[in-house]
T-cell receptor, first 116, second 110 residues
Framework: GAVVSQHPSWVICKSGTSVKIECRSL??????MFWYRQFPKQSLMLMAT?????????EQGVEKDKFLINHASLTLSTLTVTSAHPEDSSFYIC????????????FGPGTRLTVT | GENVEQHPSTLSVQEGDSAVIKCTYS??????FPWYKQELGKGPQLIID?????GEKKDQRIAVTLNKTAKHFSLHITETQPEDSAVYFC?????????FGPGTRLSVLP
């Protein structure tokens, strides 16, 4: 089946620094990838949609200058949290759409970000 | 835009009993409804899905039903096992995005 990986699985960083999270589709080419944020005991909230080779589309209320998304290849998308603050601490999950199965999204295992 | 509601928020059942989780959606244009299982500290895992041209789908102990007229769909788990304990999310496809329900925490008691 379609497999999506994320790296790192968890990261701790200091306030004011930047951290990059990678999302890879391992056995398919993903023309579209999605980034979600999930707070404890809450649902998944879509942050942005990224299409390979073009700028990401951000959801209302998501700061594009703070959450930089790059989808440079058909198998890799990155999310960079810039100038991180403690309130950015969350569980970040990516998903990818396999164009062979246009309806489904396959999720990565998530990245736990803690900003101290 | 699309809005998805999900009930109940928590559900406890005895091992071997059935569990039912219900979701409603608002936009009649939504045409795909997946269900995800999320274990603690992990990403969501697709367990079953249904498209709008189908009324019911079953995969072993798991089934999903869809009522397009009423705009609601349900997840049915039979013969529950302790390993079914997790948070379950329903979703509706809206455009190219998914809108998720708030989740149901299912506990299967041995």
């Amino acid at each position: 089946g379609a497999v999506v990986s994320q790296h790192p699985s968890w990261v701790i960083c200091k306030s004011g620094t930047s951290v990059k999270i990678e999302c890879r589709s391992l056995d398919f080419q993903a023309t579209t990838m999605f980034w979600y944020r999930q707070f404890p005991k809450q649902s998944l909230m879509l942050m942005a949609t990224s299409n390979e080779g073009s700028k990401a589309t951000y959801e209302q209320g998501v700061e594009k200058d703070k959450f930089l998304i790059n989808h440079a290849s058909l198998t890799l998308s990155t999310l960079t949290v810039t100038s991180a603050h403690p309130e950015d601490s969350s569980f970040y999950i990516c998903s990818a759409r396999d164009p062979r199965h246009s309806y489904e999204q396959y999720f990565g295992p998530g990245t736990r970000l803690t900003v101290t | 835009g699309e809005n998805v509601e999900q009930h109940p928020s928590t559900l406890s059942v005895q091992e071997g009993d059935s569990a039912v989780i219900k979701c409603t959606y608002s936009d009649s244009a939504s045409n795909y409804f997946p269900w995800y299982k999320q274990e603690l500290g992990k990403g969501p895992q697709l367990i079953i899905d249904i498209r709008s041209n189908v009324g019911e789908k079953k995969d072993q102990r798991i089934a999903v039903t869809l009522n397009k007229t009423a705009k609601h769909f349900s997840l049915h788990i039979t013969e529950t096992q302790p390993e079914d304990s997790a948070v379950y999310f329903c979703a509706a496809r809206y455009g190219q995005n998914f809108v998720f329900g708030p989740g149901t925490r299912l506990s299967v008691l041995p």
